[in-house]
């Protein structure tokens, strides 16, 4: 099984003439006029969705040597929250998932690079209990599980239905800088900052519908 980057490496190196855009990570044949269109387009909105302004009051919940994470709440002022929704929407395109409207309130975490663009998001959310999942759904990245009725949840992380107190309902790292350690630092922000006053143990959080990169993830995450 072969992850995205996998995928975007082998697409380099096999497909003649195709080229992965260090900026935007998407993989395009330079020779075809279509591709190059469809680039452009997708390259700009993805840079405009990334780019990072910082506002009065951030809440800054971790920083590190290449980058700090970001923490949006409710009361955030709106330039915040539109940020939100845009880096949202982005994530949903590249995992497939059809606008869902969140029914709880959400806590979203975003990485910020010292390049001010944002390279991963965390959208956390209330949830009492959770299901391993036990049979793996056909292995498609990013295969669209969610539609935009009632949805049916799966939760992974843990072993029989458990008491959790965080959904993890999405987690992405821009394809380019993914193996960084970005989604699991995102992940140890959330367990410290989720609940006031409680450090979240793994197996108090879960994924839902994890994809196969997020399963992976969320297995080794788990374990330790
Ligand atoms: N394949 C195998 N192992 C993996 C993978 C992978 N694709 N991704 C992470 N891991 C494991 C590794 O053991 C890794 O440690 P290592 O690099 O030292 O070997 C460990 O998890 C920690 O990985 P991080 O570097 O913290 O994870 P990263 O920043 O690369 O982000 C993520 C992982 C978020 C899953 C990323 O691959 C991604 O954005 N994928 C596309 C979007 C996606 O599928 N998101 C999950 C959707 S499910 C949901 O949202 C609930
Ligand atoms: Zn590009």
């Keep these: 099984e072969l992850s995205k980057d996998q995928m975007i490496i082998d697409a380099g190196q096999k497909h003649f003439g195709a080229t992965v855009c260090k900026s935007c990570g998407m993989v395009y044949s330079a020779a075809s006029p279509e591709d190059e269109t469809q680039h452009a387009q997708y390259h700009q909105r993805f840079l405009e969705g990334i780019k990072y302004v910082s506002w009065k009051n951030e809440h800054v919940a971790a920083e590190f040597w290449d980058g700090k994470i970001v923490l949006i709440l409710q009361d955030d002022p709106k330039y915040a929250i539109k940020k939100a929704e845009a880096v949202r929407e982005l994530v949903d395109n590249e995992l497939g998932f059809k606008q869902v409207v969140l029914r709880c309130p959400t806590q979203m975490y975003l990485f910020v690079s010292t390049e001010k663009k944002i390279v991963g998001?965390?959208?956390?959310?209330?949830?009492?209990?959770?299901?391993?999942?036990?049979?793996?759904?056909?292995?498609?990245?990013?295969?669209?599980?969610?539609?935009?009725?009632?949805?049916?949840?799966?939760?992974?992380?843990?072993?029989?239905?458990?008491?959790?107190?965080?959904?993890?309902?999405?987690?992405?790292?821009?394809?380019?800088?993914?193996?960084?350690?970005?989604?699991?630092?995102?992940?140890?922000?959330?367990?410290?900052?989720?609940?006031f006053g409680s450090f979240l143990n793994t197996n108090e959080i879960a994924f839902s519908d994890p994809t196969p990169d997020g399963k992976l993830f969320a297995a080794r995450y788990c374990q330790t």
């Design 121 to 195: 998001c965390l959208i956390a959310e209330p949830v009492r209990q959770a299901y391993q999942v036990l049979s793996e759904p056909p292995a498609v990245s990013g295969s669209p599980t969610n539609d935009s009725l009632e949805p049916q949840r799966a939760w992974c992380c843990s072993t029989k239905p458990e008491k959790v107190f965080c959904g993890i309902s999405r987690i992405w790292v821009f394809s380019l800088m993914r193996r960084r350690g970005i989604a699991s630092r995102l992940v140890d922000v959330m367990r410290r900052t989720f609940l």
